[in-house]
């Protein structure tokens, strides 16, 4: 009886230890994959807290039951993006929020990267229905913002938020304009001699630091993420994110991206490279009603436009 005893406990033991080391194993291949990657990239601290003030509102239900929180800037700074919340009647592009939840919901496999994620709409909607979310934002006072929203609804182990600006080049700090009515509207300036006209020390929100697209890849290998979708919107810089994202599109399954057009459109350069990116890589450019555009009328475009993987099924 003793002898049978002495067994079951033995066993209890090797099985313990087990799983403690299958633990440490796991946790230490993550941390040393999360750690392995470039100092350039500032990954946000969703634990921590700022003692700024600032409205979160329970947000409109989508699709009939997702809904989340968002956190706001004051409207008369900010007129367009938090100007479009009114209490569970109205949030910020609710057309384009929902058809990507509808194709989220379509095809469960699929997760979202969200560049210029802003305070955090998309990124919200998204992780409130069980998705990871990767949410790129280089604008301190939005980071603040989503990093609430993400406490709020305790969604840290869904979420990586990266406080950076997506360039062509590492490293670099970039002066931001600046817009006291439409936060949302802010944008890069590239006319000067950007990498060393700013004291890179600076708590300035309005100097941002670059990273390139493909250097987020090991967060996204970290995570076992193999699909997403894509929402950039980021007046005028959406060309750097195919620039130095060849690495990422190679690796992922990305059969959809939402592009905001406004912008880039008025850059001949920018609009090639865009071009030539997703035709060698066999994506379609479309309306939000699935009508192929035409790339010789690139002007006359919609303000956000669409780029479908060809042979993609059961997305428009
Ligand atoms: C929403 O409803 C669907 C279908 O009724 C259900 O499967 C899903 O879990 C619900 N989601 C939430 C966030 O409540
Ligand atoms: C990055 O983009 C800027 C602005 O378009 C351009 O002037 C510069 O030559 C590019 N740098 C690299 C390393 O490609
Ligand atoms: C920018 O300024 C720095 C320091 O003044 C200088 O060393 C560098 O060559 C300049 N770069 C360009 C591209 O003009
Ligand atoms: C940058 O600013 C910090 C703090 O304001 C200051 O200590 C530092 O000397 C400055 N560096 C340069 C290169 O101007
Ligand atoms: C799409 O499907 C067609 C017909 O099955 C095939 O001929 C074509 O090569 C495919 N294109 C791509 C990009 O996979």
């Not at 367009?80 to 919340?85: I, L, Q, W």
Request: glycine fraction near 4%; charge should be positive; proline fraction near 3%.
């Amino acid at each position: 009886m003793k002898v049978l005893y002495n067994k079951i406990i033995q066993k209890i033991f090797i099985i313990i230890c087990g799983l403690f080391i299958s633990y440490y194993l796991i946790y230490f291949q993550l941390k040393r994959n999360i750690i392995n990657i470039s100092s350039n990239i500032h990954v946000v601290d969703l634990y921590a807290t700022t003692p700024a003030k600032f409205q979160c509102i329970k947000t409109k239900k989508l699709l009939n039951n997702i809904s989340t929180t968002i956190c706001l800037h004051e409207i008369k700074r900010d007129k367009y993006v938090s100007g479009a919340y009114g209490d569970s009647i109205s949030i910020w592009e609710e057309k384009q929020v929902t058809r990507i939840l509808q194709l989220l919901t379509r095809h469960p496999h699929l997760h979202l990267i969200d560049i210029g994620a802003n305070i955090g709409t998309y990124t919200m909607y998204a992780a409130s229905l069980g998705r990871f979310v990767l949410a790129i934002d280089c604008f301190a006072p939005n980071i603040i913002r989503l990093r609430r929203s993400i406490q709020l609804m305790n969604l840290f182990n869904q979420v990586v938020l990266i406080q950076n600006a997506i360039f062509n080049h590492s490293g670099q700090s970039l002066r931001l304009s600046i817009d006291t009515r439409n936060i949302g509207g802010q944008r890069i300036h590239l006319l000067n001699n950007y990498s060393y006209k700013y004291n890179l020390s600076t708590k300035n929100p309005y100097i941002v630091k670059t990273i390139t697209f493909n250097e987020v890849l090991p967060i996204l290998n970290a995570y076992g993420i193999r699909s997403a979708l894509m929402k950039i919107d980021i007046e005028g810089s959406e060309h750097f994110v195919m620039e130095k994202g060849n690495q990422i599109f190679d690796t992922l399954d990305i059969p959809f991206i939402q592009m905001e057009w406004t912008i880039v459109k008025q850059y001949i350069n920018r609009v090639k490279l865009i071009l030539d990116f997703f035709n060698k890589r066999n994506y379609d450019p479309m309306t939000d009603s699935c009508q192929i555009l035409n790339q010789n009328e690139y002007t006359q475009w919609p303000d956000d436009i669409y780029w479908l993987k060809r042979n993609t099924s059961n997305f428009c």
